[in-house]
C-alpha cells in the first residue's frame, strides 16, 4: 500500500490491494482531504484488522485487469453495521483469509458490460463485424465468434516490461524499472504479451488485439518463456513456437470498440475470452443452429 500526495493536478491519491490479491482500489480526492487523506490514512492505520468496506460510485476500467477508482460522488464506509458484511468478516475470519483468490480480470469486465455467457452465445461471423465500420462507437459491443489464426506478425512489439506489483508499463531507470503507478524503482520486470494476429472464418478475416492471458493461451508459453527462446535457442526456435499457434482454430469472447488514430476512427477488436475447440460440443451447436432454420 502506498500514499502519494504529489499527483498531477493537485489531487490526493491512496493505493489499495484489495484480499492481498485482487486489483488495486485508487481513492482520488479533488480536494486533498476525505477519501484520500483522512479515510485513505484512516483504512491504512488498520489494515492489518482487514476491515470491510463499502463503497458506492465507483469508476471501473479494464486496462490489463479491473481497476476501481472514486470519484467526486463516492462515499465510503469502513466496517459497516450490516448483515452482509458482518456474514462476509465472519467467511474471511474463518477461512477466507487463508483462500487463494484469483485476480479480476477484464474478462469479468466483459461479463458486466456486455454478458459474458459462453462461447455460444451472441456467435456472429467476421462479416458481422467488419462490414459496419461504426459498429462499437458509442459504446463496447460483445459477441463470440468462431475463427482460425491465420498470422502473427514477427516483426510487432509483442510484449512490454510490466511492473510485478501492478502489471504496468515500467521504464528503465538506472539498474532498475520504474513503476509510474506504484511509484517505485524495482530490480526485476515480468514481460507480458500486447500484440495482434490475424484471423479468418468462412465470411473474412481481421486482426485481433490479444493480452497476456489469453495470448498465453494461444501461443503456449509465456512471454518471459518466449523471449529465452528466441534470445537462447535462436531466431528458428522462436519462429517456428509462433508458427505452431497458427491454423489452429479457437473459440473466442470479443469486444468491438471504436479507437481514434491521426483524427481517425478505427474499429478494434479484442480478444476477451478464448477456449479451444471442443468438436463434440461445436458439432451439437451447429445441429441446433440447423434444426432453427428448418423450423421455420
Given at each position: 500500500m502506498s500514499?502519494?500526495?504529489?499527483?498531477?493536478?493537485?489531487?490526493?491519491?491512496?493505493?489499495?490491494?484489495?484480499?492481498?490479491?485482487?486489483?488495486?482500489?485508487?481513492?482520488?480526492?479533488?480536494?486533498?482531504?476525505?477519501?484520500?487523506t483522512r479515510t485513505g490514512q484512516e483504512l491504512l492505520d488498520m489494515v492489518d484488522s482487514s476491515p470491510i468496506v463499502v463503497i458506492k460510485s465507483l469508476k471501473v476500467s479494464d486496462?490489463?485487469?479491473?481497476?476501481?477508482?472514486?470519484?467526486?460522488r463516492s462515499t465510503l464506509e469502513i466496517n459497516p453495521d450490516l448483515p452482509k458484511a458482518k456474514n462476509l468478516m465472519s467467511w474471511y475470519d474463518s477461512e477466507g483469509k487463508d483462500?487463494?483468490?484469483?485476480?479480476?480480470?477484464a474478462e469479468a469486465g466483459a461479463t458486466r458490460a456486455g454478458g459474458f455467457k459462453s462461447m455460444y452465445s451472441d456467435r456472429v461471423f467476421l462479416s458481422h463485424i467488419t462490414s459496419d465500420p461504426a459498429m462499437g462507437q458509442e459504446k463496447p459491443v460483445f459477441f463470440s465468434?468462431?475463427?482460425?489464426?491465420?498470422?502473427?506478425?514477427?516483426?510487432q512489439n509483442m510484449w512490454y516490461r510490466a511492473c510485478t506489483t501492478c502489471?504496468?508499463?515500467?521504464?528503465?531507470?538506472?539498474?532498475g524499472?520504474?513503476?509510474?503507478?506504484?511509484?517505485?524503482?524495482?530490480?526485476?520486470?515480468?514481460?507480458?504479451?500486447?500484440?495482434?494476429?490475424?484471423?479468418?472464418?468462412?465470411?473474412g478475416e481481421a486482426w485481433v488485439s490479444v493480452f497476456n492471458e489469453h495470448a498465453e493461451k494461444i501461443i503456449g508459453c509465456s512471454a518471459d518463456e518466449l523471449d529465452r527462446i528466441r534470445k537462447e535457442e535462436g531466431d528458428d526456435n522462436y519462429i517456428l513456437k509462433l508458427k505452431e499457434a497458427t491454423w489452429v482454430p479457437h473459440?473466442?469472447?470479443?469486444?468491438?470498440?471504436?479507437?481514434?488514430?491521426?483524427?481517425?476512427k478505427r474499429q478494434r477488436i479484442t480478444v476477451r475470452g478464448e477456449a479451444p475447440v471442443d468438436f463434440a460440443a461445436e458439432s451439437k451447436y451447429l445441429l441446433e443452429e440447423i434444426a432453427k432454420l428448418t423450423a421455420y
Open positions: 500514499t502519494n500526495p504529489d499527483e498531477p493536478k493537485s489531487r490526493a491519491r491512496t493505493d489499495f490491494l484489495l484480499n492481498n490479491e485482487l486489483e488495486v482500489q485508487k481513492f482520488w480526492d479533488e480536494n486533498k482531504n476525505d477519501l484520500a486496462f490489463h485487469g479491473v481497476y476501481l477508482s472514486t470519484i467526486g483462500t487463494s483468490l484469483a485476480p479480476i480480470s465468434m468462431y475463427a482460425i489464426i491465420s498470422h502473427i506478425k514477427l516483426d502489471n504496468k508499463v515500467t521504464e528503465v531507470f538506472g539498474s524499472y520504474w513503476c509510474e503507478g506504484c511509484q517505485k524503482n524495482d530490480y526485476e520486470c515480468s514481460l507480458r504479451y500486447i500484440m495482434v494476429i490475424k484471423v479468418f472464418d468462412p465470411t473459440l473466442f469472447r470479443i469486444s468491438v470498440t471504436q479507437d481514434e488514430y491521426m483524427n481517425e
